[in-house]
């Protein structure tokens, strides 16, 4: 299923991206890097969360420990382009995520210690150019990579897949950008600027 969603994804970038290949904005072998901040998933916290809890019977269920609300440091990234040509880009991204939590006492109600984690992830992205001008560039991106928990009740690595059908680039060699992607490493908006070489 993941992967005929994956190859879908990318057939729709590829032919919304058809009408930039007239276009001439673009400067071959164009080098940019981007910083931006989104929201951790909220699956991400949840698994954060997971296998950590008692069933709900006996007394050590009820005298248990408990935590209140997890707390995320959100979701930031770091990417390098490289311009192919006038529709394509290929990035690399790489992101942290950090999550706490505070535990307490069920008997006393003390806070009793905090748990911690963090994701880190790395994704080779292709960006798809729908529309181009030196000053506005419109995309979307279609990335698959891996991502690694630490922290978590089972720590590991696992595949990362991130698909973020709509972008907007604006500016000149100073720039900001917004995404709306959904996937393994965020889903809402992803938001920040960068600077083209």
């Known amino acids: 299923m993941k992967i005929k969603t994956i190859i879908a994804a990318f057939a729709l970038m590829l032919s919304c991206s058809l009408s930039a290949q007239t276009q001439q904005w673009f400067s071959k072998g164009d080098v940019s890097v981007r910083a931006g901040w989104s929201i951790s998933p909220v699956a991400m916290a949840g698994d954060f969360a ?3 809890e008692q069933l709900p019977f006996g007394l050590n269920y009820i005298y248990r420990d408990y935590h209140k609300d997890i707390k995320s440091t959100g979701n930031f990234n770091l990417a ?3 311009t192919f040509n006038e529709w394509i880009t290929v990035s690399l991204y790489a992101s942290y995520a950090g999550f706490s939590r505070d ?16 994701a880190i992830c790395a ?61 393994t490493i965020y889903m809402g908006i992803n938001a920040g600027i960068g600077y083209r070489f």
Do not use: C, W
């Not at 535990?103 to 963090?118: A, C, L, N, Q, V």
């Open 123 to 183: 994704v080779p992205h292709f960006r798809f150019t729908y529309y181009g001008t030196e000053l506005l560039r419109a995309y979307g991106t279609l990335g698959v990579g891996y991502i690694y928990y630490n922290g978590f009740p089972s720590s590991n690595a696992a595949v990362a897949i991130q698909f973020n059908p709509a972008g907007i680039e604006f500016g000149r060699k100073f720039f900001g950008y917004a995404e709306i992607g959904f996937g």
């Open 80 to 82: 390098a382009d490289y």
């Open 103 to 118: 535990m307490y006492s069920g008997i006393s109600g003390k806070r009793r210690s905090t748990e911690k984690g963090f």
């Open 50 to 52: 997971d296998d950590r």
